[in-house]
Nanobody
């Protein structure tokens, strides 16, 4: 399984971006999908996750109410809509896929994309 994340860029505080994560195989439609991020000098952290059907989602407190995770299984693609961006959201964003039902646990994510850089200026 390969994941391709895109949609990053340079924006100003308060702006919006939508990240996309395209999967190479239809089997990913049965996996949980998640977004993680890593800021310079910091460890990778969880951002948001969604179960295989899109019926359940989970967010980090730092993005709750601003970010929305979704997916389109017909297109084998996941999304992360990011609104009201802040400079502290600056990071490389990674999408990942988790086979099985433990999509809300970081250790369940076996497949990772290459990352897309989001830079938010103040």
């Amino acid at each position: 399984v390969q994941l391709q994340a895109c949609g990053g860029g340079l924006v100003q505080a308060g702006d919006s971006l939508r990240l996309s994560c395209a999967a190479s195989e239809r089997t990913v439609s049965t996996y949980g999908m998640g977004w993680f991020r890593q800021a310079p000098g910091k460890e990778r952290e969880f951002v948001a996750a969604i179960n295989w059907s899109g019926g359940s989602t989970y967010y980090a407190d730092s993005v709750k109410g601003r970010f929305t995770i979704s997916r389109d299984n017909g297109k084998n693609t996941g999304y992360l809509q990011m609104n009201s961006l802040k400079p502290e959201d600056t990071a490389v964003y990674y999408c990942a896929a988790a086979p099985g039902s433990s999509w809300f646990i970081r250790e369940a994510y076996d497949y990772w994309g290459q990352g897309t850089l989001v830079t938010v200026s103040s």
